[in-house]
């Protein structure tokens, strides 16, 4: 059944229909149950590691609306192809997604944005719940399986020899994500927690979309975390990070890619040769270069 409920209003994540939802508590193995902290971290894990991080689908459609701005993300459209193991989703798609989910289950949320390389150009979702606030990001790219308290105390995550961690600055209303790099902090992403106006998402939004502006449509990229190892896929490179260390390996063709998207990522439906095709027409074209009239 398609959802045709506006996916916000006045900034605010709209709930799902019945139907949607079920079906959403379906796929991620849960049976929903009143607002709790147990029942949201209960969520996050499953949602990680049951949605892919990709941006198949956001190369595909940028290619099947090539002028214009890109339309939002369908919610119907995006259930469906987590359903048939069809896709995953980035930040936009994901966070939207699960915003409107912990509305309908009770909980108070709504989308914030971050900047890691343009403003705007991050979403992630805050939630309220027995009176505390979490930052749940599971647009993120990384093994964080878990709500982020943001009473003030910096949290620190080290999983599968990658660390993260979350700290208050003195931006009233901000919190920072660094990322273990070369065995020094750096400063990854700034979060504003107020929620987001839907300009600015959109301005972000649309921004990704344009071919070559940003990773989403210069790169072929995806990340499958589990309670073992991650996977990342870097255009032909795969890599795959564990407590041991990390390796890597190059797909020699179109046909490894196909066979990595189901046996790695669990996706078998996944059109990532129609991907690659549009990656590399994009790749003819100038840095930035779009055909979008905003």
Same mark, same amino acid.
């Given at each position: 059944?398609?959802?045709?409920?506006?996916?916000?209003?006045?900034?605010?994540?709209?709930?799902?229909?019945?139907?949607?939802t079920?079906?959403?508590?379906?796929?991620?193995?849960?049976?929903?149950?009143?607002?709790?902290?147990?029942?949201?971290?209960a969520?996050?894990r499953?949602?990680?590691?049951?949605?892919?991080?990709?941006?198949v689908?956001?190369?595909?459609?940028?290619r099947?609306?090539?002028?214009?701005?890109?339309?939002?993300?369908?919610?119907?459209?995006?259930?469906?192809?987590?359903?048939?193991?069809?896709?995953? &989703?980035?930040c936009?798609?994901?966070a939207?997604?699960?915003?409107?989910l912990?509305?309908?289950? &009770?909980y108070?949320?709504?989308?914030?944005? %971050?900047?890691?390389?343009?403003?705007?150009?991050?979403?992630?979702?805050?939630?309220?719940?027995?009176?505390?606030?979490?930052?749940?990001?599971?647009?993120n790219?990384?093994?964080?399986?878990?709500?982020?308290?943001?009473? %003030?105390?910096?949290v620190e995550v080290?999983?599968?020899?990658?660390?993260f961690?979350?700290?208050?600055?003195?931006?009233?209303?901000?919190?920072?994500?660094?990322?273990?790099?070369?065995?020094?902090?750096?400063?990854?992403?700034?979060?504003?927690?107020?929620?987001?106006?839907?300009?600015?998402?959109?301005? &972000?939004?649309?921004?990704?979309?344009?071919?070559?502006?940003?990773w989403?449509? %210069?790169?072929?990229?995806?990340?499958?975390?589990?309670d073992?190892?991650?996977?990342?896929?870097?255009?032909?490179?795969?890599?795959?990070h564990?407590?041991?260390?990390?390796?890597?390996?190059?797909?020699?063709?179109?046909?490894?890619?196909q066979?990595?998207?189901?046996?790695?990522?669990?996706?078998?439906?996944?059109?990532?040769?129609?991907?690659?095709?549009?990656?590399?027409?994009?790749?003819?074209? %100038?840095?930035?270069?779009?055909?979008?009239?905003?």
């Amino acid at each position: 059944m398609f959802d045709s409920r506006p996916a916000f209003a006045a900034g605010r994540p709209q709930p799902l229909s019945d139907a949607h939802t079920d079906r959403y508590l379906a796929l991620l193995g849960l049976d929903g149950g009143p607002p709790s902290r147990h029942q949201l971290a209960a969520l996050v894990r499953a949602h990680v590691l049951r949605v892919p991080f990709e941006n198949v689908t956001a190369l595909l459609r940028r290619r099947d609306h090539p002028t214009g701005p890109a339309p939002q993300p369908d919610s119907d459209a995006l259930l469906t192809a987590w359903e048939g193991r069809a896709g995953g &989703g980035v930040c936009f798609e994901i966070a939207m997604m699960v915003s409107r989910l912990l509305a309908t289950l &009770g909980y108070g949320a709504h989308l914030v944005l %971050g900047q890691i390389s343009l403003p705007f150009g991050h979403q992630a979702v805050v939630v309220e719940v027995g009176g505390r606030r979490y930052l749940v990001d599971l647009g993120n790219g990384a093994p964080i399986f878990e709500p982020l308290p943001l009473d %003030g105390q910096p949290v620190e995550v080290h999983r599968h020899g990658l660390s993260f961690r979350f700290r208050h600055g003195d931006e009233p209303d901000a919190l920072f994500q660094d990322r273990m790099i070369d065995g020094a902090w750096k400063q990854h992403c700034r979060y504003s927690l107020a929620p987001a106006a839907d300009a600015d998402r959109d301005a &972000g939004y649309q921004h990704h979309h344009t071919p070559n502006a940003s990773w989403v449509t %210069g790169s072929l990229t995806m990340v499958r975390s589990t309670d073992t190892e991650v996977y990342s896929l870097k255009d032909a490179v795969l890599t795959r990070h564990t407590e041991h260390g990390k390796s890597a390996d190059t797909l020699p063709d179109e046909a490894a890619y196909q066979r990595m998207a189901a046996e790695v990522y669990g996706l078998p439906a996944l059109r990532i040769g129609d991907a690659l095709a549009v990656r590399a027409a994009f790749s003819q074209l %100038g840095a930035g270069s779009t055909t979008t009239r905003r």
